[in-house]
């Protein structure tokens, strides 16, 4: 009997969501027809085919294959915009086209949001933070950040010299004939990146690169023995953590919704060290917090965020996402601008005489100096074109909606996005098409700048509301260790050109120069 009456209950609701899902489907039908909307091109397979292309995703390590190049970009090359059915049923368009960009991050905003597959993607480091929220938390977050992130504050670039300085002690002095020995640029960018960051959130260098180079003399020290976290934050083991955390969320993220099937004890244990790191700043922020401000010192955001709230979880999370969204992002930019500058000495020369030129010896290298050096923003933006540092992003519909074009025989209609559909975009391949930025499009060529280039064909920052609220904080950093360091060297080369020349890249969260970047660099004379 009771057999009988599950049975019944089972049927009812199967055809419950049966007739909702025919019901549905009608209505969305009709809202498409309305809109005048067409179907982009179909990519989906069948579902055992589906499977290989996971496969693939899960398998590059063992592949060699470059998600990128080779299996992103194989989606676009017959329209910019398609879509596919996801291997468990639900459909996904993907677009690499300016204007829907344009739609979704800006003139139809309030139509989509990062998503809770995004938070369920990231949340085990990042938790509920501005960059894994959406509606009234993110907002409020973003209007907590923003005064932290005016001119005003980018300003003051003490932090970012003295973390310039001890990048290039790190890299030491010339030992034959005015050339440095080999030297890997990549891990001191990061440390680079983590030093002024950190002061930017604390308040308070984190000083890795001392760290680094103090480990590297005494020989790496087991992370149990370190005390400060800035000697935490040099070592070897929390770049590993960083990069372990980074790799299996970008996993977690290509995978959809199936993100949970990247998960490992060592996934755990990294993600417990990182969070580990924060600690003794919220601890020190929240104290400050209960026993009022200190005289004298600047506020930070950290100090800022806890004047807020006391809830240390919200006060990690929101630290993490900070540190997670500029370390690794301004220092794979670095990574790529110096690789770029190895492998192309005439740009090198010519960057090099405007900063000798606009950026004398004896002068302060101000914010507004750096914001007006034309080439050198030419130089950063053609770095991004080809290598911006979060290629691949997401949103998902909060309702049911249009996208300008991409439907139809000629891709020219609009296509209708049902309610909850995720829908794909990659400034990686948009940045490299053809059609958009001519036949020399795979070229390195600042000179390109000098043309107008169309707004939203170039988002390595993205833009509208949520466009990424460091852009002037990062590309003032990058640009000023670029001064600093062409000042100082007027030479530079790879260590091994055939390897720097294959670029391959590093994903996690950003993609880097996975080969780093091993060059030797000739000191100026005088
Ligand atoms: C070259 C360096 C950088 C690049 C290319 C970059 C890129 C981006 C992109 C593409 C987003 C949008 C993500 C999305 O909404 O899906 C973003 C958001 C964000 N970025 Fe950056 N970023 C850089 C540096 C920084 C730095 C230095 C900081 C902070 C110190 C920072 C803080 C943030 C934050 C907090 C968000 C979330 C904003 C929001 O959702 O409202 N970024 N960034």
Not at 48 to 68: A, C, P, Q, V, W
Not at 163 to 185: E, K
Request: net charge neutral; glycine share 8%; proline share 4%.
């Amino acid at each position: 009997m009771v057999a009988l009456q599950v049975g019944v209950l089972v049927a009812a609701y199967i055809a419950y969501k049966v007739i909702r899902s025919f019901i549905e489907t009608r209505r969305f039908k009709a809202f498409a027809e309305q809109h005048g909307c067409e179907n982009p091109l179909d990519l989906s397979e069948p579902w055992h085919n589906s499977f290989g292309r996971i496969r693939r995703i899960m398998n590059l390590k063992k592949t060699g294959e470059d998600i990128l190049d080779d299996i992103i970009a194989e989606d676009f090359r017959g329209a910019a915009t398609i879509q596919r059915k996801g291997f468990e049923g639900s459909l996904i368009t993907s677009t690499v086209e300016p204007a829907n960009l344009q739609a979704f991050l800006a003139t139809q905003f309030e139509d989509f949001e990062t998503g809770r597959l995004r938070y369920l993607q990231l949340s085990p480091i990042l938790g509920k933070s501005i960059f894994t929220s959406d509606g009234a938390f993110w907002a409020h977050s973003r209007a907590l950040f923003r005064p932290q992130f005016s001119r005003d504050n980018i300003n003051d670039l003490d932090a970012t010299d003295k973390a310039a300085h001890a990048l290039i002690t790190a890299i030491g002095s010339g030992v034959a004939a005015g050339w440095t020995r080999d030297v890997d640029l990549s891990p001191m960018f990061f440390n680079f990146t983590l030093d002024t960051a950190s002061d930017f959130l604390f308040g308070e260098s984190a000083e890795s690169q001392a760290a680094m180079m103090a480990a590297q003399k005494e020989g790496e020290r087991s992370p149990g023995a370190i005390q400060s976290a800035g000697a935490q934050a040099g070592t070897q083991q929390f770049r590993h953590d960083f990069e372990i955390v980074g790799e299996q969320l970008i996993s977690r993220i290509r995978l959809f919704s199936m993100y949970w099937l990247a998960d490992s004890i060592s996934f755990r244990r990294a993600v417990a060290r990182v969070k580990r790191f924060t600690e003794h700043y919220v601890q020190a922020a929240v104290n400050t917090a209960q026993t009022g401000k200190v005289e004298g010192k600047k506020e930070t955001l950290l100090a800022r965020l806890a004047a807020e709230t006391q809830d240390r979880s919200e006060l990690r999370n929101q630290t993490l996402a900070i540190l997670f969204a500029g370390r690794d992002t301004t220092a794979s930019l670095l990574g790529w601008a110096f690789l770029r500058l190895a492998l192309h000495p005439e740009v090198f020369e010519k960057l090099r005489s405007v900063i000798l030129k606009d950026f004398a010896s004896d002068e302060p290298i101000t914010f507004a100096k750096l914001k007006d050096c034309r080439y050198l923003r030419h130089f950063l933006n053609e770095v991004l074109r080809l290598h911006p540092t979060v290629p691949i992003n997401g949103r998902t519909a909060i309702k049911d909606t249009t996208l300008p074009v991409g439907g139809g025989p000629d891709q020219k209609s609009p296509i209708a996005i049902r309610k909850g559909q995720a829908i794909g975009f990659s400034v990686y391949i948009m940045h490299r098409r053809k059609d958009l930025w001519g036949e020399d499009a795979l070229e390195f060529k600042p000179e390109r700048w000098e043309e107008r280039i169309p707004a939203w064909q170039f988002l390595p920052f993205l833009g509208g509301p949520r466009v990424c609220i460091g852009q002037t904080f990062a590309l003032i950093e990058a640009s000023y260790l670029i001064v600093r360091m062409l000042r100082r060297y007027d030479g530079m080369e790879p260590v091994d050109e055939a390897v720097m020349l294959r670029m391959r890249k590093g994903l996690g969260l950003t993609m880097w120069p996975r080969d780093g970047v091993n060059v030797r660099l000739h000191e100026a004379s005088g």
